[in-house]
């Protein structure tokens, strides 16, 4: 879109009208569309239509850690235009797939070694969820049919995403749609014992046991699945407490329940490793991923799985499909270019390094907003932070927009959801970047009170 199209649209709101927009107040956005429509992206920053400048506070949508309009990555992509645009992904092979998958394999924790192409999250999930069940039906356990998600997750929006999920917003339209057969462990957001926490809370770790009471309300031999983000993105940078994971991972292995790690946030840098995995010590069944796999220039996700995961579905006559289950830009060739040129900037230019470099940068800064008005918490982990805000009475989600749009017009363009504010800014940030956006938020958050 070109700006003078774009400053036409702002300007007429029956311009605007025709597109639904995806987890957006539609009526909202389209009355007051000024200084929210993008017309430029380079580094870590947007143009508004306006020509104001914005901070990207979450690289995007969690996506775009190495910035906007990357050169590496945009000459790779002109390089795959002219060499392969597309290629059929059933039955077909495009050579680059095959290399991108040996290349996530050898960051994956060991043990994780084949990779599944997918093109957003919310398949992965879904793909996840189809390979937990068809894998226990391959090994005569066919009965292992319930997952067991957690509150407050964000799996995506796909039938088995959202079931999973522990979202009510994203859940409350759809109950006859649900999967049957999920349970929800509990959260991990107690203010009450980790207000301010820093890091990893100390307390909490006593909540993985409420998987053992799910596994006698419903006897091992009937569990498929537990899926977890290992630290909650969208639910507002919720950390998993010291020793949580390891007690899943524990249980999952004593009763024989593939762990789920969807690393859609957490995988490929935010966590200043490769993946959460990594980052928390605790090594899963599967790994879905997407968004920062290829810096989000085009859609990509997937599911890493264990060896024996894929070999329990190599059976059957040879010439037989195995598994009837694909997309048809799994493995995209732009999408695997933009991935591999990705992957070629966090290995060469010490990305990870430099996440754990700023995360401590991120802490100060943004718990620095600890002690302003109407502020309840602050957590944070890598580089990603959250803080919650006190509500505007009978009005949930009021504050934080009012906290956004001070933010908007300072500069800012951190993501609001309920009375939460979140910030991943891109892993080229400077730590006067991220001073300064701290600072803005606090200016935001004393305008909004
Ligand atoms: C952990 C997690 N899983 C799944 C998704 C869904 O991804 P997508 O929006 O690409 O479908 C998201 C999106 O934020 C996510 O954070």
Redesign the pocket.
């Known amino acids: 879109m070109n700006e003078a199209l774009a400053r036409n649209l702002s300007e007429t709101a029956a311009g605007l009208d025709p597109y639904w927009m995806p987890f957006s107040h539609n009526r909202y956005f389209k009355r007051h569309p000024a200084h929210r429509l993008l017309a430029r992206a380079e580094g870590a920053y947007y143009w508004t239509v306006e020509g104001e400048r914005l901070f990207d506070c979450l690289s995007g949508?969690?996506c775009v850690g190495l910035g906007h309009a990357h050169p590496r990555i945009g000459a790779a992509l002109a390089r795959q235009f002219e060499t392969v645009d597309y290629s059929p992904a059933f039955q077909m092979g495009y050579p680059g797939t095959f290399r991108l998958a040996e290349r996530i394999a050898a960051m994956a924790p060991a043990g994780l070694d084949h990779v599944f192409f997918v093109n957003?999250?919310?398949?992965s999930?879904d793909t996840a969820l189809k390979i937990a069940l068809g894998y226990h039906r391959m090994q005569g356990e066919a009965a292992r049919i319930r997952f067991v998600g957690r509150e407050r997750g964000?799996?995506?929006?796909g039938f088995g995403?959202m079931s999973v999920g522990g979202m009510v917003a994203n859940r409350k339209m759809f109950p006859s749609a649900e999967l049957p057969g999920v349970d929800h462990l509990p959260h991990t957001h107690d203010p009450a014992h980790m207000a301010f926490s820093r890091g990893m809370p100390q307390w909490g770790a006593h909540l993985a046991d409420e998987l053992a009471r799910i596994v006698a309300l419903h006897d091992a031999s009937t569990i498929a699945a537990v899926i977890v983000?290992p630290m909650q993105?969208?639910a507002g940078v919720i950390v998993p407490p010291v020793g949580y994971l390891q007690k899943l991972r524990e249980l999952c292995t004593r009763h024989g329940i593939l762990l789920i790690f969807?690393e859609?946030?957490t995988g490929f840098g935010r966590m200043g490793a490769a993946f959460g995995a990594d980052r928390f010590g605790v090594v899963p069944d599967m790994i879905?991923f997407?968004?920062s796999v290829n810096n989000g220039v085009v859609p990509l996700?997937g599911v890493i799985v264990r060896k024996e995961i894929y070999q329990a579905f190599m059976t059957g006559p040879e010439h037989a499909v195995e598994f009837f289950h694909g997309y048809t830009y799994s493995g995209h060739p732009m999408a695997v270019a933009a991935a591999h040129a990705t992957l070629d900037v966090l290995e060469s230019e010490g990305v990870f390094e430099r996440v754990r470099t700023l995360e401590p940068v991120l802490e100060d800064a943004m718990h620095s907003l600890k002690g302003e008005r109407g502020v309840l918490d602050v957590r944070n982990c890598g580089l990603a932070a959250a803080f919650d805000l006190e509500p505007v009475a009978d009005r949930p989600g009021l504050r934080a927009l009012r906290v956004f749009e001070h933010a908007l017009a300072a500069g800012q363009l951190p993501r609001f959801t309920g009375d939460t504010i979140a910030v991943g800014p891109p892993f080229i940030s400077t730590p006067a970047e991220i001073a300064k956006m701290a600072d803005d938020l606090r200016r935001a958050i004393r305008a909004a009170f």
Request: no cysteine; aromatic share 10%; net charge negative.
């Open positions: 949508l969690w957003s999250g919310s398949e999930v964000y799996h995506g929006v995403g983000e993105g969208s969807d859609v946030i879905t997407a968004k996700g």
